[in-house]
């Protein structure tokens, strides 16, 4: 049984690392999102009983996935980011290109998903879809979303992530690259940086203290208005997934956007091969919803 836990993180983890694909669309996929999130809960209720008996079942389920999550991402983000002396395809301007119009192909064909889980959408779903869409444009446009983050914004994009990653549909390496702390945390992890990791995994600690259980609740009494602004706020992300930018490299310039450039087929099949990836991962979700029910 371990090693299916470990065999989902490792999935979970994969799809973590990249921006546009949701590690909670995943474990709903394999059929344990509701024991992640009734786990975790039973892990933060435990200052409060104090009871070691009911933590046994739930750390032999997080344990071995969380493993596997950050095997599975140590693993993967090496692609498009990789350690200093051999930067991956994503610091690359013949690469990252494709890689951007990838992601980007990634996150429009997941707006469905959040959107689609609305039960009735109506005009406050859009008002607040577009409300959250142009709140995420003004934020993407401010001058420390376009440099390289202070420490303390890595406390900020860690309890972001972390909450995102608990999400289906919403992705947290997408909210990462919006914050322009994508490369940044990946790099750390892979050129071992303990100062930037501690920061980032210090606000993952206080998003699952604070920001989760706020979360539970309004994802059980204000599901379809949380749902229309996450619809919104990853319409307003497309933004910093642009394929074409003066740099590539934050620690070089400022992702500035630019015109298309000529390579415009290949980016559009790239962004094509991102939107199939979701396609089939939408089916299979329902497929496992449908079995379920």
């Known amino acids: ?58 750390l032999t389920f997080l344990l071995p996935l969380g493993f596997g999550i950050v ?13 200093a002396e051999a930067p991956g395809l994503l610091l690359q301007p013949e690469s990252a290109v494709l890689c951007y119009g990838f992601f980007s192909g990634l ?31 003004i934020l993407l446009d401010l001058p420390f979303m376009k440099s390289v983050p202070a420490d303390w914004m890595l406390l900020v994009g860690g309890a972001l992530a972390l909450t995102a990653m608990l999400l289906p549909g919403i992705s947290g390496a997408l909210v990462l690259m919006m914050l322009g702390q994508y490369a940044v945390v990946a790099g750390a992890v892979h050129d ?46 497309l933004r910093a997934l642009w394929p074409w930018k003066e740099n590539y490299d934050m620690r070089t310039g400022d992702l500035s956007p630019l015109g298309a450039g000529t ?15 979701i396609v089939v991962l939408e089916r299979l979700t329902r497929r496992e919803t449908n079995r379920s029910t």
């Open 1 to 58: 049984v371990r090693i299916q836990h470990l065999g989902a993180g490792l999935l979970m983890g994969s799809a973590d690392a990249v921006p546009g694909i949701s590690g909670g669309t995943v474990a709903l996929v394999i059929g344990i999102y509701q024991r992640l999130i009734g786990s975790i809960a039973i892990v933060l209720n435990y200052p409060r009983e104090r009871d070691f008996e009911k933590l046994r079942e739930p």
């Open 71 to 83: 095997a599975a991402y140590w693993l993967v983000s090496r692609l498009p980011v990789g350690p």
């Open 107 to 137: 996150v429009v064909a997941s707006l469905r998903e959040p959107w689609h889980r609305i039960s009735a959408p109506n005009r406050e779903h859009s008002v607040l879809a577009m409300t959250g869409a142009a709140v995420t444009l």
């Open 192 to 237: 071992l940086r303990l100062v930037p990791l501690l920061w980032f995994c210090s606000g993952g600690l206080v998003a699952a203290l604070t920001v989760v259980p706020v979360l539970r609740r309004l994802l059980t009494e204000q599901l379809d208005r949380t749902l229309a602004v996450l619809t919104g706020v990853m319409a307003g992300s």
């Open 263 to 277: 390579n415009w087929p290949e980016v559009l099949l790239a962004a094509l091969l991102g939107a199939l990836v």
